[in-house]
């Protein structure tokens, strides 16, 4: 009816309204229906209209609001769909109203396995006329059957044999009242069991059934007994006779070792065997299992046999000949059993035999002995010297003494040893040709000695400034560059250093080719904001000293101190020697023969910030004392005409040069 339209009869205009349903809230059953309508025009210049209709109320399908669940049920051969219940399904209308009406399987007759599976069950409403059935899938939850086994029986074995050297048969049901025929095979649960003849046919053993149709029946565990059969013997038997060395002189179980668990009567263990005389006694079986098998006695014969000589001989009776009286090769016994086996003979007199007493010295050269049979015999020789023992050892000052001593009479001989010489470099005593410890020529030994013992923070007398140029090109927080003038005649470099103060001494760091090194550890690491104290020497081929630097005193980075970075030398004088009123820096100048100057310096720290701790003050030397000497406080004096250079350094080896020229 919503698409009905209506007009106006006499001018065809389309009039608006509504329709409207003779009892309208009537619930209409499912099938073609015919009912009354009124046509209610909106505009009241129109009379209503009234009419028949008819409508076709189709069936409605309800609505599956609780599957229903299945029993379960255990496998058996006929188990079909219709022999499993369907319980607790609900159908609803759209407005969730229960339907009455009843659950069927859609295939009932659809045979079962285990496990099961899902299938169709189908609602049936009571009321039929209006609705549909309505079909959901159900789970179905098959069990597996135990079979029933109505007999087993195991094939008989003999002690020894475990369970599954024994066959096994029998036969199986579906249930004790249902004899159909389950097919499957039976097997020991543990067939490793060895059964004594005692659990003969009396004690049971699980025995395990299992189907073939494993899908839909489980296997069981049932018991069966077994006939055990006595065996003949046990095993290892003793052998039928035994032959026993001649050192077997009695009956004992050792004998028959060969054979566990068998042993003689105590009547006949200790009993003598005669050598070559055959002797039978019965052994017995004693193992624990005795009862299983059938005969556990045995007749053994034990012969003992002749001694075969075979354990070693000794010589009774021997005498060597001598240079009075013959000798005899002695007579050979058995170790085993005593007997002689075979005559000695006599030795004819031996010119050489004699019984020869002590050597005793003759002179430096010779010993003699002398025969204690007959003092007529003498033999001299030659000393048979050892290879000596070092009485008085040699020094660098002294030789030693070693003394050799005869091995036969104990005479003794002494040799000299040369006194010893120090290899290169290694005289701590070889001082430089200016007398210092570390001056040129002196050794490497005498310089490291010097060094490490000295409690100046200059260092040792001997160290030179300008040979040797040792400076701090880098500093970190835990390391220091060193870097240094490398001399041609150098073939190596010594470096030394600790922290600095009086009370530490310098210690022997590294031993370098180069010209630099990047010290990070003195026995432990760098400390930042600290000061260190190093030296180089420089050393030849020889191992002797080329040159020593001076100490110089570096701090590294990272706390309140630090270092200077230049040097600046002033004067009141020009760089023509002329006089001026005030001191300004200088890089050369001239002075008269017997004239002299003083200088001044200034130091430039590398940081203004950081405080530069003094540990000395700036040095002063001459590069030729010859030409223009300088003192500690700066006064040059020029000597003779010539040129040289006066070097002006600061503690961390940071320097000014000032050329010098003697007019």
């Not at 069950?121 to 006329?129: C, G, K, L, M």
């Not at 025929?181 to 059934?209: C, R």
């Not at 003992?304 to 016994?333: F, I, M, V, W």
């Not at 007398?461 to 090109?473: A, D, W």
Request: aromatic content about 8%.
């Amino acid at each position: 009816m919503n698409n009905a339209s209506f007009a106006a009869e006499t001018t065809g205009a389309a009039v608006s309204g509504s329709i409207v349903f003779e009892n309208p809230e009537s619930v209409l059953n499912a099938g073609v229906r015919s009912f009354n309508w009124r046509f209610v025009p909106n505009n009241e210049n129109y009379n209503e209209y009234a009419g028949l209709t008819t409508v076709e109320v189709q069936k409605r399908t309800p609505s599956v609001t609780n599957t229903p669940s299945a029993t379960v049920n255990v496998y058996k051969p006929s188990l079909k769909l219709e022999d499993i219940a369907l319980t607790g399904g609900v159908a609803s209308t759209p407005s969730s109203t229960s339907l009455v009406g009843s659950w069927s399987w859609a295939d009932p007759n659809t045979k079962q396995n285990a496990p099961g599976g899902k299938y169709t069950a189908v609602f049936t409403p009571s009321n039929q006329s209006n609705y549909n059935t309505a079909g959901v899938d159900v789970e179905v939850t098959v069990t597996k059957a135990a079979p029933y086994v109505l007999s087993v029986s195991a094939g008989e074995i003999t002690y020894g044999q475990s369970l599954s050297d024994s066959g096994l048969s029998g036969s199986a049901q579906y249930s004790a009242e249902d004899a159909s025929l389950v097919e499957g095979s039976f097997s020991w649960d543990n067939g490793s069991i060895k059964p004594s003849v005692s659990d003969s046919n009396s004690t049971e053993y699980d025995v395990l059934f299992t189907p073939n149709d494993a899908t839909n029946y489980k296997s069981i565990t049932t018991k069966t007994t077994i006939t055990v059969n006595k065996a003949e013997w046990p095993t290892p038997v003793p052998q039928d006779s035994y032959d026993v060395p001649w050192t077997t002189k009695q009956v004992s179980t050792g004998i028959i070792s060969d054979a566990s668990n068998w042993s003689f009567d105590d009547n006949d263990i200790g009993t003598d065997l005669e050598v070559g005389v055959a002797k039978t006694i019965t052994a017995h079986y004693t193992g624990t299992d005795k009862d299983n098998f059938e005969y556990t006695s045995k007749e053994i014969t034990i012969t003992r046999q002749p001694c075969n000589h075979s354990g070693g001989k000794e010589l009774r009776d021997k005498k060597d000949a001598t240079c009075t009286e013959p000798g005899y090769t002695g007579d050979e016994y058995c170790l085993v059993c005593g007997e002689k086996t075979d005559d000695g003979a006599e030795i004819d007199i031996n010119p050489s035999g004699h019984e020869w007493g002590a050597w005793t010295k003759v002179d430096d050269n010779q010993h003699k002995r002398v025969c204690r049979r007959n003092e007529q015999h003498t033999e001299t020789a030659n000393h048979t010297w050892n290879n000596g023992v070092v009485t008085t050892k040699a020094t660098y000052t002294a030789a030693g003494v070693k003394t050799f001593t005869c091995t036969a009479c104990g005479a003794t001989r002494k040799e000299s040893i040369a006194k010893l010489q120090y290899a290169a470099g290694e005289n701590p005593n070889q001082k430089a040709k200016d007398g210092t410890p570390t001056g040129k020529g002196a050794s490497a030994a005498a310089a490291n000695k010097a060094i490490t013992s000295s409690t100046s923070e200059e260092g040792p007398k001997g160290s030179k400034f300008s040979p040797l140029i040792l400076k701090s090109t880098v500093q970190t927080n835990t390391s220091i560059t060193l870097a240094w003038t490398k001399n041609s005649k150098a073939t190596k470099y010594v470096i030394y250093g600790n922290v600095c103060g009086k009370n530490n001494k310098l210690k022997k760091l590294k031993t370098v080719t180069g010209k630099s090194c990047k010290i990070t550890k003195i026995s432990k690491t760098l400390k930042k904001g600290t000061y260190h104290k190093f030296m180089i020497v420089a050393l030849n081929s020889k191992n002797n000293v080329v040159s020593t630097s001076k100490v110089v005193h570096v701090a590294t980075k990272g706390g309140k101190v630090g270092n200077n970075k230049a040097v600046t030398i002033k004067a009141k004088v020009n760089k023509n020697g002329k006089a001026i009123r005030t001191y300004k820096a200088l890089t050369a100048t001239k002075i008269k023969k017997g004239k002299s100057i003083t200088i001044k310096t200034s130091l430039t720290p590398a940081n203004k910030k950081l405080t530069v701790k003094k540990h000395r003050g700036v040095c002063y030397e001459s590069s030729n004392p010859k030409i223009a000497t300088v003192n500690a406080k700066g006064k040059i004096i020029a000597k003779k005409k010539g040129t040289c250079y006066i070097y002006a350094y600061a503690q961390n080896g940071v320097f000014k040069k000032l050329k010098i020229t003697v007019k």
